[in-house]
């Protein structure tokens, strides 16, 4: 009799597991990574910091990517495909957010916790994004600004005229690249009044604040669209300024103009102090070369490591904020470093 009561209760727990499963659907023990993309460098670097994170937290991780960054319909298919494994947490690297809103409330009604990263999920509805691991651009700007301050603070000192900081930005409107010229500017010059010396920001009229009789003029150049040759004319007008003694390139494509704007003239390296922001292959050869003096790099090993760090606490309840993932100031000097290398993305 005790057997036969034993089995009918095995036979109950049975189906009423069945039950459940059929009215809800089993959480997936991974945790979905959608980005930007895939088989560049930079993406690569973001993979190994979160599979860094996911072996540290005993979890996971099921990175995707786009083929590239203007394919929105395929990044809002990972991304569904992600919602329908109904994982714990998602990270997400929105190419556009309007394309990935359907997506987003999907995910709002699962219950399933999203975590921006890299440049997040600007403009996403309210609560939906629980935090985002990304690099805080005008900091970064700042680190730029007080390492070139290093290079340039005694031919400034020892001026017996007025000399020009050169500053190229991509645009005037997208938030990552106008912070990282603002935090350049704003570092740069705080350094150099607090030298006792005069600054004149001019150029454009997002950054302009003129000065008359100033020892330092920081010109801020803006091409008229995101166009490479006009990048390189900025550079060449700035180049031919005799008294411009530094230009400082605000992301990968005002870098390369940088570069390629010198390509004639033959100055970096020699009598005007190059500096720019992001790696890729051209501007690390410059680096090496001795035609950049540095530049500043994002911390993709962070970006990746501490997006499945946010994923693994929000999907355990845990109160989450947002985190600077870093950047770092690289030279010919540190670029091999272990610890700067990975972050080196063509």
Avoid at 119 to 146: H, K, M, Q, R
Wanted: some cysteine.
């Amino acid at each position: 009799m005790k057997k036969r009561i034993f089995s009918i209760v095995v036979v109950l727990a049975l189906a009423a597991t069945m039950l459940a499963g059929c009215g809800q659907k089993q959480q997936s023990t991974k945790i979905y990574l959608v980005s930007k993309g895939f088989q560049h460098q930079f993406w690569q670097a973001v993979l190994q910091g979160a599979n860094e994170a996911a072996k540290e937290y005993g979890v996971e991780v099921d990175f995707q990517g786009p083929d590239n960054e203007s394919a929105y319909a395929q990044q809002v298919q990972m991304l569904n495909n992600a919602i329908n494994n109904n994982p714990p947490a998602i990270g997400l690297a929105a190419l556009d957010t309007e394309s990935c809103l359907e997506s987003i409330k999907a995910a709002q009604k699962a219950g399933i916790p999203i975590v921006g990263f890299d440049s997040g999920v600007p403009g996403a509805p309210e609560g939906a994004i629980v935090a985002n691991a990304s690099t805080d651009n005008y900091a970064a700007g700042e680190l730029a600004g007080e390492e070139t301050y290093k290079l340039l603070k005694d031919t400034i000192a020892k001026a017996k005229g007025t000399v020009r900081i050169g500053v190229m930005n991509q645009d005037a409107t997208s938030e990552s690249i106008t912070n990282r010229g603002s935090g350049f500017v704003d570092k740069i010059k705080a350094l150099i009044e607090a030298d006792g010396k005069t600054v004149s920001v001019e150029g454009h009229d997002k950054w302009a604040n003129k000065k008359s009789g100033a020892n330092v003029i920081i010109e801020v150049v803006v091409p008229a669209s995101v166009d490479a040759a006009l990048s390189a004319i900025d550079a060449q007008n700035l180049l031919n300024k005799k008294d411009t003694i530094c230009i400082y390139g605000s992301n990968q494509f005002s870098g390369e103009g940088l570069i390629n704007g010198d390509a004639n003239i033959g100055r970096l390296g020699k009598d005007v102090v190059g500096v720019a922001f992001d790696s890729g292959a051209q501007i690390k050869q410059a680096v090496r070369d001795g035609k950049l003096a540095g530049a500043v790099t994002q911390d993709p090993l962070q970006i990746g490591y501490k997006t499945v760090e946010l994923c693994v606490k929000a999907s355990k309840g845990e109160a989450v904020s947002d985190v600077d993932t870093g950047c770092q100031w690289y030279t010919a000097a540190n670029m091999d470093d272990p610890k700067i290398a990975p972050n080196l993305y063509d």
